[in-house]
């Protein structure tokens, strides 16, 4: 990387204000970053200009020429036999949630960038998606002399925030955002009239982003079931010849996906998961699974609460865990067993009540927990990307227009030895109220009236569901998890 050793047209005088690091720790450092400052330049005075040119890496990188992202303006009080360096903060947002950090080069006062360095930034923070796209900027500073880094204007400075207007570079492969399973006939001819569309197994994003797709059928016992893959463009412009067919492996449950091949044939009957991933031209075959099981300790599936799926990629309920448990995909455990993939480590929210990890099948490795005793959590679990998120629900209260909506001073419900029932007697309630767990927001119950009878109101109960409501009295609660859809009842007194 190239800096420059100051600015001609302006004054340079000496001013460092050196500060030991030995244990410096950059705030939220993202995967690629800048260079561990050795101590900070606090007084010097730097000012960068922005870019209003949109500007498109598509064209530049055609033409193989860097793209300007800021100008130098101003830069005072800089020693002159340090070089300037910059480095660009990449994000999707002005609150820089998310943020790649790439390397400028300084050239006539113009901080530049490669265009396929830029677009693998956004693409990062972003989407992978070709398109324009709004791309917030901003640039953390250094003087630079030798192996010695002085971060200019101290540890959370940062210089020129600005927004650019981006064109991003084209892909070098088309990925649609939809893709359709097609049956087709005896003779393999695709019956575009019967496409059923397919699920993106990380849900509502680009195909660049995630270009994997699944869809659960029925393959009847006994018959040959055809098809291939249509992407959306075939489907909208009712185009048989641009559909994808299968080139099997050897026990057809995998292979490969492209146009000149004729359609496959399902090896297995029953409910099948097929997954297709169209980046890769691949697809694999699976058993659909209605329910699966998250176990802890001596507990049997059968008595397992139930995990529920509407899409056969992601799993999700209300379960008890006690520290370590072992997912099932049949109640007598003759099914696939997923346990811990060792090679990622699972990781845990500041709060102590949230844990993502990945899963494997046939794993012996038990699955963790991040609260330690027996509890009730969340869970989400997405077979087909072999993830699960848990959210610890280790208290639960009734929080609403009653108490003024007071998330600390919820009246509590009181769980079953098991944690699927949780209850409370004597509640004085008036108008809307919720379920909310930990005193807190971060994880709620909601959900819609279903019925009233001889004083006893009844709801359907979801996560993150909307507000409910009961005329002013009181009354017994009792949340029941042990069936789906969860539900809670209300008895006046």
């Known amino acids: 990387m190239k800096g420059i050793k100051f600015l001609s047209a302006l004054a340079l005088v000496m001013g460092l204000g050196l500060t030991a690091c030995d244990n410096f720790d950059l705030p939220n450092p993202p995967g690629q970053t800048y260079p561990q400052p050795d101590g900070f330049l606090t007084d010097s005075d730097l000012k960068l200009g922005a870019i209003e040119t949109p500007l498109n890496l598509a064209q530049a990188n055609a033409a193989n020429e860097d793209v300007t992202v800021a100008t130098i303006e101003e830069l005072k009080n800089f020693p002159s036999e340090y070089t300037l360096n910059l480095y660009m903060e990449v994000a999707g947002d002005a609150a820089y949630s998310k943020v790649s950090t790439i390397a400028t080069t300084i050239a006539d006062n113009n901080v530049i960038v490669a265009p396929d360095v830029l677009n693998g930034a956004i693409q990062e923070v972003i989407t992978k998606k070709p398109g324009e796209y709004d791309v917030y900027a901003r640039f953390v500073a250094y003087a630079t002399l030798g192996t010695t880094n002085l971060r200019i ?18 892909a070098t492969k088309v990925i649609e955002d939809a893709y359709y399973l097609v049956p087709c006939d005896a003779a393999g001819k695709a019956q575009l009239s019967k496409a059923v569309k397919m699920n993106n197994t990380a849900g509502n994003v680009s195909g660049y982003d995630n270009p994997e797709f699944a ?19 075939a489907i909208t412009a009712n185009a048989a010849d641009e559909l994808f067919g299968c080139n099997p492996e050897t026990d057809g449950m995998s292979g490969k996906l492209a146009t000149s091949y004729e ?6 009957a029953g409910s099948v998961l097929l997954t297709v991933n169209m980046e890769a031209d691949s697809y694999t075959v699976s058993y659909a699974f209605d329910n699966i099981y998250p176990v802890s300790g001596t507990t049997q599936p059968k008595n397992a609460m139930a995990l529920y799926t509407d899409n056969y990629i992601n799993y999700y309920g209300v379960t008890a865990l006690n520290r370590q448990w072992t997912i099932y995909t049949q109640v007598d455990k003759s099914g696939v067993v997923f346990g811990n993939d060792d090679e990622v480590e699972p990781e845990v929210s500041e709060n102590g009540f949230e844990q993502t990890g990945a899963i494997l099948a046939g794993s012996t490795s038990k699955l963790t927990t991040p609260v330690q005793a027996n509890s009730l959590y969340y869970v989400d679990i997405n077979l087909v990307q072999a993830t699960y998120d848990l959210k610890a629900l280790t208290t639960l209260g009734i929080v609403g227009n009653h108490n003024g909506w007071n998330e600390k001073e919820s009246i509590a419900l009181t769980a079953s030895r098991d944690l699927k029932t949780w209850t409370a007697t004597g509640v004085e309630l ?20 279903v019925e009233t009878i001889n004083g006893e109101h009844v709801y359907n109960l979801s996560f993150k569901g909307g507000n409910m409501s009961v005329e002013k009295g009181t009354y017994d609660v009792k949340v029941d998890f042990s069936t789906l859809p969860y539900v809670l009842t209300l008895t006046k007194k």
Do not use: C
Not at 153 to 170: C, N, S
Not at 215 to 233: C, N, R
Not at 430 to 449: L, M, P, Q, R, V
């Open 153 to 170: 204007g101290g540890i959370d400075a940062t210089y020129g925030e600005e927004m650019l207007k981006v064109r991003t570079m084209d």
């Open 263 to 268: 359609a496959g044939v399902m090896p297995i």
């Open 215 to 233: 869809v659960k059928l029925d393959v009847a016992e006994g018959v040959d079931y055809l098809w291939k893959i249509a992407p959306q463009s």
């Open 430 to 449: 008036d108008g809307e109220f919720k379920i909310n767990a930990n005193s807190a927001w971060d994880y709620d119950f909601g959900g819609t009236a």
